[in-house]
């Protein structure tokens, strides 16, 4: 399917990302343990809040900012440059809003708002990443992946000295930020020394940027709802100790995430290019895309649904054990899920943005009123429940049912056989 060089910056991404896993792994269990369920369900309730103000921050140009370098590489310095001024500035009014939510839904619970203050300045940084996108779209992501190496590796170390030093959930939501702050730092200095054009700013072109980036704010932002309103609603409707236990669920299935995002990202820019220049081509590339989620997420569910008790007892300890049977039923969303990845770069190609707001908008209403009335009944395993359901509606129901997309879910439906992932594994070995 993919170009050498597309299989190079895949492998770059997947062998940064497996070191950094490892160690995230380690360093998060020994936090999980010391923190406890309730001071970790703190924490990942703050990082669900901030999370719904990302898309808001990003403005939707995380989605069309490959496709912008890609068409347009000699005025890349003006997309970036513009990008990240637009970015930070929306980044100031998302921080406000994360932490006004805070102050009025947790009124009276100060270190909860004080977490959320600190967690929010992640948003700021993260604004001032964009430039992952110059490098994906050059297939250089190697630069990126050992930036964020980096960073993890140091933060690993300052995580250690607040273990050690036995400090407070205060100083653990401040580690997010010097990562954040970190893996920007280190990629603009990279960008300066690699990238062919000085950043400039052309409010013009940010006009333009923003025209075509619009349609995907308010659907990310649904996306958003589907995947973190879950841990909101349980921290209100059931506790801290019960977030605690479904968050540690959802990073067990996050391990093995590096691997989605590695193939993800490295297809895009070869996609968007093959839609160009030759149809066939174009499709084959996506159907193969198609092809290797699947087989890679039903492998992670067979294997996590197995070993779901001792993988849990080893990772977390006895206080965890409620997290095995959450574990179970929230592992098999993550196909659907990556078919909505897959799904996004088809409709950016095709150009048919317009329609993830009523793809998106439905899938959130549906998360939360299957929230709403499954975790009542079953806490942490309902909101499993419903996460699995809703991302089956969003990412392949929905596509029959709607006629503007309903050509990706025939793509979708065409990888499921075996001949197509044969067929990917002869080219590739071709190619060794």
């Known amino acids: 399917m993919l170009k050498n060089s597309a299989l190079k910056n895949a492998s770059w991404i997947i062998v940064c990302r497996v070191m950094q896993s490892l160690i995230s792994l380690v360093i998060g269990m020994i936090t999980a343990r010391y923190l406890g369920p309730s001071n970790y369900g703190v924490i990942s309730y703050v990082s669900s809040v901030v999370a719904f103000a990302l898309p808001i921050m990003q403005l939707g140009l995380n989605q069309t900012l490959v496709k912008e370098f890609v068409q347009n590489p000699e005025r890349e310095g003006k997309i970036l440059g513009t990008a990240l001024v637009i970015n930070i500035f929306s980044a100031v009014i998302s921080m406000a809003g994360s932490i006004a939510f805070v102050a009025f839904v947790n009124a009276g619970e100060t270190e909860t708002l004080i977490v ?212 179970c039923v929230a592992v098999w969303y993550v196909t659907f899920s990556y078919y909505g990845s897959v799904r996004n770069v088809w409709i950016l190609a095709e150009g048919k943005q317009k329609y993830l707001l009523a793809i998106n908008v439905t899938g959130a209403v549906a998360n939360i009123l299957l929230n709403l009335a499954l975790i009542p009944l079953w806490g942490g395993v309902g909101a499993a429940v419903a996460s699995l359901a809703t991302q089956f509606f969003t990412n392949v129901i929905i596509g029959f049912i709607f006629k503007p997309i309903r050509r990706n879910n025939r793509l979708m439906i065409k990888s499921l056989h075996p001949g197509v992932l044969i067929d990917l594994l002869r080219t590739v070995l071709k190619r060794k």
């Open 116 to 327: 959320c203050a600190l967690y929010s300045l992640t948003l700021l940084f993260q604004a001032t990443e964009m430039t992952q996108y110059w490098f994906q779209s050059r297939l250089l992501s190697k630069y990126p992946s050992i930036a964020m190496l980096v960073a993890y590796v140091l933060v690993a170390i300052y995580k250690i000295y607040l273990l050690v030093s036995q400090k407070s959930v205060l100083w653990f939501a401040l580690s997010h930020v010097l990562e954040c702050l970190l893996v920007s730092v280190i990629l603009m200095v990279i960008y300066v020394k690699l990238g062919n054009q000085r950043l400039s700013i052309s409010w013009r072109l940010g006009r333009e940027m923003l025209s075509r980036s619009k349609y995907y704010i308010i659907p990310s932002l649904m996306v958003m709802i589907f995947q973190h309103t879950d841990r909101i609603m349980i921290k209100l409707m059931m506790g801290e100790a019960e977030t605690g236990f479904y968050s540690a669920a959802i990073t067990c299935i996050g391990i093995s995430g590096f691997v989605f995002s590695a193939v993800i990202d490295s297809a895009r820019p070869i996609i968007l290019e093959a839609k160009q220049k030759n149809t066939e081509s174009y499709e084959k590339k996506v159907t193969q895309l198609y092809s290797i989620i699947t087989c890679i997420s039903l492998a992670q569910s067979v294997v996590m649904t197995l070993l779901a008790k001792p993988l849990v007892l080893l990772l977390y300890g006895e206080a965890y054990s409620p997290t095995a049977s959450i574990l």
